[in-house]
């Protein structure tokens, strides 16, 4: 009995110590064998769990400001604007006087040939003009005649700007009321085109002239009001989250560094609540004066802009500054907190090109000078990112580093290439602001033509790398909207050539211009000796041919060729088409056979100019506008009266001006289309529900981004 007891012991004991290696092995955990333990690592769940904090304070300003009636109705908040907008005004009259100053210093010949070369001027109004020195009696007529005087004199500020030169012109320190009579006008302008440097301008100087005068143009029943008070309140600044995408940040675990890209700092709330310190008995609004001509809306007017000034006070303060030091401290301890990973630094790169992008969204329009200042920015973004990746210290973490840059610049072109782009109607895209450049001046120069030229020959590694930047690997979408633009000029028939340099005397330039209204001259300079240097622009018609031979046949738009694949009535098989005597034109359709395979016609129900330009095949023109036409080994029918005839004999004749490339290159995209349609209504049990799970994977991915 006792024996069996011991036995019996042993056993337990026994297994008690596998039970304890186990057990500490598993605690031990050597190599991490058993995986390491459960934390939260810098993934997209990490982003969405930092949206979900939506907004965080990191700085506050308490202050107080003193506002009255006046201030509202005047809104001196806009002082800096007008400031800026009187500069520029002031700027314009200034280069019209300069002009005036630069025409009589020539001769009087010179001016006679240069202001009235037909001689179209009466006797009296050439001298006065032309001939006469300036003076008050004919320099409105002189600025008139040489310049844009007309649209000047109806700039912003222009009146006050005048009044405001007058009287510092005459040392008077009246206000700027009201516009100048003719007369003083007329004498202000003499007396500045006289003046070499004119010091009496000062745009500070000016919006406080400005202002004062405003206060006394009020109306007596608005300038009657009497109401001042003090406003005390809160104005907090922080993060808002809910802005915040995985490709805006990166953190170098070995280091401890987060670096943040486009999340900047901004003003979330400024309020003027009734009580300030409602336990000291403290008012938010303390009333300094008032009179029976205010009532409750001019009331709330003064407390709405007792706001504004708060806000103001609080950004002339440091806020902004405030918060981000204050928010890099509070991220770095939440990203502790999430990851378990100790952040020692926080850099906040406040990216140029992601504050464009934000700005160009505004108004959900892209003009020429935004997008061009915009891709400046992406050609210097690049470099930078090659620099990184080339950066041989610290190998690994630039080029994480590159790689955030990268993924930023893409998410940034993405959002801007669904706007529309000045007139165009295509949206903004990689050539848009090149067909722009052609279409504003009416012609392609030597530069231009370069750099369509250009698209036809091997590219750089950093040609390349810009292109992919913008179409990711989608290489028919770039050729595509190439495609386009070139055909707009071949239609729209824009002369190509180069500007040519030349000089000539005054005599045979004024003799040359009278008799040729179609020559396009720039860059006109008249030199001494009277004689006049200048660039006209020759047409090269063999290069227009050259454009026509550039363009590739076909079209393409990504979701759009989504839809046709995936859709299986795009592309009908007729077998047999020996027993189809006629095929119907129909705009939304056009019919393929391929000579190696006559016992079958291929039916797309696509419309033919949504995959190529019929106007270049010479099949949709008045022009010859043949019904079928031989491609490659494929013959395209938009329509026959006879079939069996027309396959035996279809029409063989190449449009004018296309090469065989081009032609073999349409083939290739029609091929590309019925070839993907069969493969995607073809394929196995296991593709499709391979492509049924990453269909729900990036539906999910889409949901979720959604809500980042």
């Known amino acids: 009995m006792i024996r069996q007891i011991l036995g019996s012991a042993r056993l337990i004991l026994q297994i008690l110590l596998v039970v304890a290696a186990v057990v500490l092995i598993y605690m031990w955990n050597p190599m991490n064998v058993f995986g390491g333990k459960a934390i939260l690592k810098p993934t997209a769940n990490m982003v969405s769990e930092i949206r979900e904090i939506g907004q965080m304070i990191t700085a506050e300003y308490y202050g107080e400001v003193l506002t009255s009636i006046d201030e509202v109705q005047i809104d001196f908040q806009k ?68 310049g844009d005087w007309e649209q000047t004199s109806r700039l912003i500020f222009f009146e006050e700007i005048m009044t405001f030169i ?48 405003k206060l006394s143009d009020r109306p007596r029943s608005e300038a009657k009001k009497r109401l001042a008070m ?34 900047a700092p901004k003003i979330l709330n400024a309020d003027i609540n009734p009580w300030f310190i409602p336990e000291k008995g403290i008012p938010g609004f303390d009333l300094l004066s008032y009179n029976g001509k205010v009532d409750f809306k001019d009331s709330k007017k003064v407390k709405i802009y007792a706001v504004q000034k708060l806000k103001t006070n609080a950004r002339k303060a440091g806020i902004i500054e405030q918060a981000e030091l204050n928010g890099g401290q509070t991220i770095g301890r939440l990203i502790n907190l999430l990851t378990d990973v100790e952040v020692k630094k926080v850099f906040f790169h406040h990216d140029e090109l992601i504050d464009l992008t934000k700005e160009i969204q505004e108004d959900r329009f892209i003009s020429y000078e935004e997008a061009t200042l915009f891709e400046n920015h992406l050609k210097s973004e690049l470099e930078k990112i090659d620099s990184l990746r080339e950066a041989t210290a610290d190998r690994y973490n630039n080029r994480k ?49 370069l750099a369509i030229e250009g698209e036809n020959k091997p590219k750089t590694p950093q040609k390349e790398q810009y292109e992919k930047l913008w179409i990711g690997s989608d290489s028919l979408l770039l050729k595509s909207q190439f495609n386009e633009g070139l055909y707009q000029i071949i239609k729209d028939s824009i002369p190509i050539g180069k500007y040519i340099p030349d000089t000539l005397s005054l005599q045979k330039w004024t003799a040359l211009t009278a008799v040729d209204s179609n020559s396009i001259f720039k ?33 393409y738009q990504p979701l759009e060729w989504e839809n046709w694949i995936t859709n299986k009535e795009v592309i009908l098989r007729i077998p047999k088409p020996d027993t189809v005597n006629t095929l119907k034109a129909n705009s939304s359709m056009f019919w393929l056979v391929d000579k190696n395979a006559v016992d079958q016609l291929i039916q797309i129900n696509i419309p033919l100019d949504q995959l190529t330009y019929p106007l270049l095949l010479s099949m949709g023109g008045q022009d010859k506008p043949y019904t079928n036409m031989v491609i490659g080994n494929h013959i395209v029918f938009k329509s026959s009266d006879n079939l069996s005839l027309e396959l035996e004999s279809p029409n063989s004749n190449p449009p004018s001006g296309l090469s065989q490339k081009q032609l073999e290159g349409l083939e290739a995209h029609l091929i590309k289309l019925y070839t993907d349609h069969d493969s995607y209504h073809n394929r196995d049990f296991l593709t499709k529900a391979n492509r049924w799970f990453t269909s729900k994977m990036e539906s999910k991915a889409g949901i979720l981004d959604k809500f980042k």
């Open 79 to 146: 002082e800096p604007e007008i400031a800026q907008l009187a500069e520029a005004t002031y700027d314009i009259i200034a280069e019209e006087i300069i002009n005036l100053r630069n025409f009589h210093l020539l001769t009087v010949e010179q001016r006679l040939e240069i202001g009235d070369p037909e001689k179209q001027l009466k006797r009296r109004d050439r001298n006065k003009i032309l001939v006469d020195k300036v003076g008050n009696n004919n320099v409105l007529e002189k600025l008139n005649y040489l």
């Open 166 to 213: 007058y009287l510092k012109q005459n040392g008077k320190s009246d206000e700027i009321t009201d516009p100048l009579r003719e007369n003083r006008l007329r004498k202000t302008l003499k007396e500045w085109y006289g003046s070499e440097g004119d010091n009496t301008w000062d745009p500070a100087t000016f919006t406080t002239d400005y202002f004062a005068s």
């Open 230 to 263: 003090i406003g005390r309140g809160t104005v907090k600044a922080g993060f808002d989250f809910e802005e915040l995408q995985s490709h805006m940040y990166y953190l170098n675990e070995e280091v401890g560094e987060l670096h943040i890209f486009g999340l």
């Open 401 to 449: 580093l590159a790689d955030t840059k990268w993924n930023t610049m893409v998410q940034m072109l993405k959002q801007l290439q669904t706007y529309e782009f000045e007139s165009q109607v295509s949206p903004y895209n990689y050539f848009a602001t090149l067909w722009y450049r052609i279409a504003k001046d009416g012609l392609i120069d030597q530069e231009e033509w």
């Open 523 to 555: 860059e006109v300079t008249f030199l001494p000796e009277e004689k006049v240097a200048y660039y006209h622009f020759e047409q090269d018609k063999d290069t227009k041919e050259k454009l026509t031979q550039m363009i590739g046949l076909e079209k």
